[in-house]
C-alpha cells in the first residue's frame, strides 16, 4: 500500500546530494535562482527581481505543503549542506491514479555536473520505494 507524500515532509538524503526543506536562512541562494534569466528563459513562470518577493515564496513553499499542493525542496550538495544550487519540486499528486509530477530547478553555476540527473533519481528511488507511487511523470522545456 502506498503513502501519501504529504503525510511527512520529505528530506532525501543520497551519497552525494539532500532535498531538504526550504528555510529562512536560503533566501539568498533562491533569490540567485529565482532571478537568474538562464533558468526561466523557456519557463512559463516569471523571474523574480525583487528579493523580498522571493523571501515570500519560503512562506508559500510551506503553505502549499499544508494544503497538499505542491512540495518544494532545497537541493544541496553534501559537501554544502546549507547552500542550496537547486529546486526540487513534487506536485499534481493524484491518489486515485497514485501519481505525482516532478521537476526541478538549478542553478546554471552548477550545470553539466550530474547533479539535475542525480536529483531526478533521489526523488524517483524515494517516491517508488519510500511512497508506493505508481507513476512518476516530469514536464521538459527546452
Known amino acids: 500500500m502506498s503513502k501519501n507524500p504529504y503525510d511527512q515532509f520529505p528530506h532525501i538524503i543520497t551519497d552525494e546530494i539532500t532535498l531538504r526543506r526550504i528555510i529562512d536562512s536560503d533566501i539568498d541562494n533562491l533569490y540567485e535562482i529565482y532571478s537568474n534569466d538562464n533558468l526561466f528563459q523557456y519557463s512559463p513562470l516569471m523571474l523574480k527581481k525583487n528579493k523580498d518577493t522571493v523571501k515570500n515564496m519560503i512562506g508559500h513553499f510551506e503553505r502549499d505543503y ?7 525542496l532545497g537541493i544541496c550538495l553534501n559537501t554544502e549542506p546549507n547552500n542550496i544550487v ?6 499534481d499528486y493524484s491518489r486515485d491514479l497514485n501519481m505525482i509530477t516532478i521537476g526541478y530547478r538549478l542553478n546554471d553555476k552548477y550545470w553539466g555536473k550530474g547533479i539535475a540527473t542525480k536529483t531526478v533519481k533521489a526523488m524517483i528511488d524515494y517516491l517508488f520505494s519510500d511512497i508506493g507511487i505508481n507513476r512518476i511523470q516530469a514536464f ?3
Request: aromatic share 12%; glycine share 6%; proline share 6%.
Open 66 to 72: 499544508h494544503k497538499r499542493k505542491e512540495i518544494f
Open 140 to 142: 521538459v522545456m527546452p
Open 86 to 91: 537547486g529546486v526540487a519540486e513534487l506536485f
